[in-house]
């Protein structure tokens, strides 16, 4: 059997991969913290290193735009030179032709010269505002305190994992990993706030980050 | 008992230097926190959040006396806080630190700490603030640090916190910030309200967060008076409509089509897909974009 240490490392690994952020308490190996940045409307994830015009609220579409022919160019194009025309006048221009940093002859050589929107010595671009699939503005933690084990004794009980009433709040789980013979994983998750109604059985990781977070 | 305490009795926090002291400063607030009853998380990835401390309080604020009051008493709540960390060594009394539009929250629960880790040879000071009060803070006073262009691009040093060494006392301009500092600050972001009303808090900072961020100041590098108002009109303008997901949602879907119909090279295309998806993976690492 592995050390709890491992197991939890491992778990603590595969949920950073589905986009969770994790946090550990120093007086319990059995314990991880999952964070995750949502929309508070939609629940969906919600990305601070994503920027969005600062102007009119497009997101940054990772391009540039050439100057002379309107020719939108990849962000690695390594030649600095427009696929289309050979032109070099490439800028990280908003892609929104209302915006008025492309309607304005003025206000876009202004932020031309500093690259154009998306560059970041423009200084008009910053981290999203809104999400990007509902629109909301709105933005919140959402957190779970997550007991891990190996799946002992076909046991779900929470005291053979040594967890107390003590230790369980409103948004404690148990993840309990039963390893295979044939070296399949299958998982219990088991909210411990509805013991009777758990556990669920998972097969595939990414689908446990989805139950966890689905509320 | 002081707060901050010198947890680490082997060693002062001023023997550190700004190359080997960042495991340190995070550690020494972890155990602080610690000491006082709060269970503590540390970071196992790289995150913007530098700890998440827990605690449970009567509705009051107030402590339960033991784990026996806390099960009886339905007046107990279970507090949250999600605390970015920043250490700085007071220069000409001075604490100096960036904000990025990426550190602006609208959880409200969302704390920053800044640590003067010698703020005298023998004293060290926590000055801890929730983002919605910060926030407040910089509307009531009429100073939006937001606004500039600095700002948006990522190095915008705020200088405006400082020790004033006459009457021991911090400042922020003009105005006290002992409100914020240690077991004061403490008992400032320890209020259960924010749990217990966090849809209104919540709203109430994105809101506070709006009128600050949605903001243009020329500064040095935008001279034109002109483009300054130029881009503030269509600020202001577009301001009641941002507010509106639908809106949002709307514009985005025809600049989507408009990106479609102007590109016609497929692997231009596929670049963009793939550079934002490489975005999005990096989720909330403190790494910049």
């Known amino acids: ?215 | 008992m002081m707060f901050p305490t010198n947890v680490f009795r082997d060693v002062l926090p001023s023997d550190f230097n700004k190359l080997n002291k960042k495991h340190v400063t995070e550690d020494f607030v972890a155990e602080n926190f610690k000491l006082l009853g709060w269970s503590v998380y540390t970071p196992f990835n790289d995150t913007g959040i530098d700890l998440i401390i827990e605690k449970i309080v009567k509705k009051d604020g107030s402590t339960p006396l033991d784990k026996s009051e806390q099960k009886e008493n339905n007046e107990c709540v279970k507090i949250t806080r999600f605390i970015q960390i920043k250490t700085r060594n007071l220069v000409n009394n001075i604490f100096g630190f960036t904000l990025r539009s990426k550190d602006i929250r609208t959880d409200p629960r969302h704390v920053f700490l800044l640590y003067s880790d010698k703020t005298t040879s023998t004293q060290q000071d926590f000055l801890i603030i929730t983002i919605h009060d910060l926030l407040e803070f910089f509307k009531s006073t009429n100073h939006n640090p937001f606004a500039s262009f600095t700002f948006r691009k990522g190095n915008a040093k705020m200088n405006d916190l400082k020790y004033n060494t006459n009457d021991g006392k911090f400042y922020w301009k003009d105005h006290s910030w002992e409100a914020y500092r240690n077991f004061d600050g403490l008992k400032k972001i320890s209020d259960p309200k924010i749990d217990l009303e966090l849809d209104t808090f919540s709203k109430e900072t994105r809101s506070l967060s709006n009128e600050l961020l949605n903001d243009f100041s020329r500064g040095q590098t935008f001279p034109s008076q002109d483009f300054a108002n130029k881009v503030k009109t269509f600020i202001m303008s577009n301001r009641a409509q941002r507010s509106d997901p639908s809106y949002i949602v709307k514009l985005r879907k025809r600049v989507k089509e408009y990106l479609k119909l102007s590109i016609t090279d497929q692997a231009v295309i596929d670049s963009m897909d793939k550079y934002t998806e490489y975005i999005l993976s990096k989720s909330d690492s403190d790494n910049e974009e």
Not at chain 1, 63 to 68: A, I, N, T
Not at chain 1, 109 to 120: P, T, Y
Not at chain 1, 146 to 160: E, G, L, Q, V, W
Request: proline share 3%; aromatic share 10%; charged share 25%.
């Open chain 1, 1 to 215: 059997m592995e050390k709890l240490s491992l197991i939890r490392k491992s778990i603590s690994y595969a949920l950073i991969a589905n986009g969770v952020n994790i946090y550990e308490m120093e007086e319990r190996q059995d314990i991880i913290y999952a964070v995750r940045l949502v929309c508070k409307n939609c629940n969906k994830p919600w990305y601070m290193n994503l920027t969005e015009c600062f102007l009119c609220g497009a997101i940054n579409p990772y391009l540039y735009r050439c100057d002379d022919c309107g020719t939108f160019v990849s962000i690695t194009n390594a030649s600095g030179h427009c696929n289309s025309c050979h032109g070099t006048n490439l800028h990280l221009v908003c892609p929104n032709p209302d915006c008025i940093s492309n309607t304005d002859p003025d206000v876009k050589k202004e932020i031309n010269a500093k690259g154009g929107v998306f560059d970041r010595d423009s200084g008009f671009l910053i981290s999203q505002l809104c999400c990007i699939y509902c629109g909301n503005n709105e933005h919140i933690y959402k957190h779970r305190k997550i007991f891990i084990n190996d799946f002992k004794r076909h046991s779900f009980d929470p005291a053979d994992y040594s967890i107390t009433s003590d230790d369980i709040d409103s948004n404690s789980f148990l993840i309990l990993r039963d390893v295979k013979q044939n070296t399949n994983i299958e998982y219990y998750l088991i909210d411990l706030n509805k013991i009777k109604t758990s556990p669920v059985k998972i097969t595939r990781f990414s689908d446990i980050v989805d139950e966890l977070f689905s509320k």
